[in-house]
């Protein structure tokens, strides 16, 4: 079955750097979405994307946040300075019609 | 207010039990999931619903979309079962997901 691969499956950065969070959503799949669960906490949406451009957001993705989906098959997630409460296990997900979002294994993000 | 509630929090079962765990939501929607996240983290679709009830090997849901209610029966359950289960829902077909806050249950064998 098609999966939604995401990588690195950890990174470690410093407060302040710049983090790229890669996915691979799958190929015949239109939306795209990135979530996030901060440790013990449920899963917050961050942003949804369809037709190379965001179509909605949340007010976690302020301006230190973008997507971009630079090819046919990648769609990244850029945090441009990363501070310590972004710390936290990043999903992507994409779907195709009446079915359900499928969800990559995550990237577990650690800001030090 | 949070938009899904699921209950227990928390829940432990012998090995055989029945289990059921609740859902309920206040929003209307085109479609309610239950999802499983095992240790690791990673996130796996088990049911999308918008009306009725599906069956899954030992797995079934029901919805009520009039109470705006949902239940996740486990039968004959197994340690392997142990995960947490998250309800969440979609206002609109495409929609963002939004969580619950995810019930976690462990079987003893």
């Known amino acids: 079955e098609p999966e939604v691969t995401q990588t690195p499956s950890h990174q470690v950065t410093q407060m302040g750097q710049e983090v790229i969070l890669r996915c691979v959503p799958i190929s015949n799949h239109l939306y795209f979405y990135w979530y996030r669960q901060i440790l013990g906490q449920k899963v917050e949406f961050l942003v949804s994307?369809?037709?190379?451009?965001?179509?909605?957001k949340s007010e976690i993705f302020d301006d230190q946040f973008s997507v971009e989906r630079p090819d046919g098959s990648n769609f990244t997630l850029k945090i441009r300075s990363t501070k310590l409460e972004d710390s936290a296990m990043y999903f992507c997900a994409s779907q195709t019609s009446n079915q359900p979002q499928h969800f990559g294994d995550g990237t577990r993000l650690s800001i030090l | 207010k949070n938009e899904v509630e699921q209950s227990p929090q928390n829940l432990t079962a012998q090995e055989g039990e029945f289990i059921t765990i609740n859902c309920s939501y206040s929003?209307?929607?085109?479609?309610l999931h239950w999802l499983q996240q095992h240790p690791g983290g990673g996130i796996v679709s088990l049911f999308m619903?918008?009306?009725g009830k599906k069956k899954h090997g030992r797995l079934i849901a029901t919805i009520n979309i009039q109470e705006k209610h949902s239940s996740l029966h486990i039968t004959a359950s197994h340690p392997r079962d142990s995960a947490v289960y998250i309800c969440a829902v979609q206002k609109t077909s495409y929609d963002k997901v939004i969580f619950g806050p995810g019930t976690s249950l462990s079987v003893i064998p």
């Open positions: 994307f369809y037709n190379n451009e965001i179509s909605e």
């Open positions: 929003v209307g929607i085109s479609a």
């Open positions: 619903l918008s009306s």
